[in-house]
C-alpha cells in the first residue's frame, strides 16, 4: 500500500501528529487508506479527522503545543487496533541506537512515528518503508513521502524534515 500518492497534508501548525496517526491507520488498515484515497471527500475527510484526533489524544495536555509521545501512542494504537498493533514509544539513543527495532517493525508494514527536534521537540513524521539503508518518511506538512539516510538520523542531521535531530520513536511492541 503506497500512501506517497495520497499528497495529505496537515490543516495547520500544530497537526503534524494527528496527520501522522491518520496516516499510519491508512499504512494498516485497508479500508481507511480507501477513505482516504478518494478523490471526492479523501481530503475533507483527513482535515476532519485531524481535529477529532487532535481532541482525542490532547485531552489534558493543551492542543496548540501539539502531540505528547503517550498521546501519539494511543493515537497509533487506536489507529492499528483493526490489525491487532499495539503502540509504545521511547526516547532517541543517539549514535549508539542500532534502529533495529524501528527498521525490523517498518519492514513487517508496522510504521513508525518520529517526533524532531532542534532543541524543543517540535514536529512528526512517519516512517512508512525500509530499503537498505534508507528509510522512507512521511512529512505532514508537504504531504511527501521523503527518503532518509538511516546514517543521518542516528547522527542527528536530517534535512527534509523540518528539524534535524531524533527526538522520541512510537513503535508497536505487540500484537493484541
Known amino acids: 500500500m503506497k500512501i506517497a500518492g495520497l499528497r495529505l497534508r496537515q490543516r495547520d501548525g500544530v497537526t503534524c501528529g494527528p496527520s501522522v496517526a491518520l496516516m499510519a491507520g491508512a499504512v494498516l488498515d485497508p479500508a481507511r ?25 490532547n485531552r489534558v495536555w493543551p492542543r496548540r503545543l501539539g502531540t505528547t509521545p503517550w498521546g501519539m501512542a494511543r493515537a497509533l494504537t487506536a489507529m492499528g487496533a483493526t490489525a491487532g498493533v499495539c503502540y509504545r514509544w521511547r526516547l532517541f539513543r543517539g549514535r549508539r541506537d542500532s534502529l533495529a527495532d524501528v527498521v525490523a517493525a517498518v519492514r513487517r508494514g508496522r510504521p513508525v512515528a518520529m517526533l524532531l527536534r532542534q532543541v524543543v521537540p517540535r514536529h512528526w513524521v512517519l516512517i512508512v518503508d525500509a530499503a537498505d539503508d534508507t528509510l522512507s518518511c512521511y512529512e505532514p506538512s508537504s504531504g511527501e513521502v521523503r527518503p532518509v539516510d538511516i546514517a543521518a538520523i542516528r547522527e542527528s542531521r536530517l534535512a527534509g524534515l523540518g528539524f534535524p535531530r531524533p527526538f522520541v520513536f512510537v513503535l508497536p511492541h505487540s500484537n493484541v
Open 33 to 57: 487508506y480507501a477513505a482516504l484515497a478518494d478523490p471526492d471527500s479523501g481530503a475533507a475527510l483527513f482535515a476532519a479527522e485531524q481535529l477529532r484526533v487532535h481532541a482525542d489524544v
